[in-house]
């Protein structure tokens, strides 16, 4: 092989290990939370077995302003929660918070539905299971179903598994 070939090689190697040392490192040192599940009906065919995951500390917290702002910028929205069991809702903004010794935060974006402004999620919404078991998670999703979270101090997060209450 020629040392261009062996480059190129060693080049894509670094880049596809690259992608796979944030969430490893997440998950092995991030602040772990726990946020309450809310039921959500998911259906795709060809991306086998998943639960699509909507969270309560989302819900009922984003202004009006808030979310026109983040739609116009196009930017994520910064929630910040605390480390409970259950998480609790804290504040939510546009840059990243300045946390508080018990919290940590999540990075979300805006969505309007029903007239209402909620923020979803999207690094730890889908909860991929084994086959045939993604009815009954989604069952019990919203009655004594939390998620357990590793967070990162920039927020970042890595769904880590569901447990129950």
């Given at each position: 092989m020629s040392t261009r070939v062996?480059?190129?090689?060693?080049?894509?190697v670094v880049l596809m290990l690259a992608g796979l040392v944030s969430p490893l490192l997440i998950r092995a040192t991030g602040t772990t939370t726990y946020l309450e599940t809310r039921p959500v009906d998911p259906r795709a065919l060809f991306r086998g077995d998943y639960v699509i995951l909507s969270y309560a500390v989302g819900v009922g917290i984003l202004g009006a302003e808030d979310a026109r702002q983040a739609d116009e910028r196009g930017k994520p929205l910064y929630v910040t929660i605390t480390t409970d069991r259950p998480a609790r809702f804290v504040k939510v903004g546009l840059e990243r918070p300045d946390l508080?010794?018990?919290?940590?935060?999540?990075?979300?974006?805006?969505?309007?539905?029903?007239?209402?402004?909620?923020?979803?999620?999207?690094?730890?919404?889908?909860?991929?299971?084994a086959e045939g078991e993604g009815h009954e998670i989604e069952s019990q999703l919203g009655e004594d179903q939390l998620a357990v979270v590793k967070t990162?101090?920039?927020?970042?997060?890595?769904?880590?598994?569901?447990?129950?209450?």
């Amino acid at each position: 092989m020629s040392t261009r070939v062996r480059i190129a090689v060693a080049v894509q190697v670094v880049l596809m290990l690259a992608g796979l040392v944030s969430p490893l490192l997440i998950r092995a040192t991030g602040t772990t939370t726990y946020l309450e599940t809310r039921p959500v009906d998911p259906r795709a065919l060809f991306r086998g077995d998943y639960v699509i995951l909507s969270y309560a500390v989302g819900v009922g917290i984003l202004g009006a302003e808030d979310a026109r702002q983040a739609d116009e910028r196009g930017k994520p929205l910064y929630v910040t929660i605390t480390t409970d069991r259950p998480a609790r809702f804290v504040k939510v903004g546009l840059e990243r918070p300045d946390l508080q010794d018990g919290q940590t935060c999540l990075i979300g974006r805006a969505r309007r539905a029903d007239g209402q402004a909620s923020v979803d999620f999207p690094q730890v919404a889908q909860y991929f299971v084994a086959e045939g078991e993604g009815h009954e998670i989604e069952s019990q999703l919203g009655e004594d179903q939390l998620a357990v979270v590793k967070t990162s101090r920039r927020c970042n997060a890595v769904l880590v598994g569901l447990e129950t209450r």
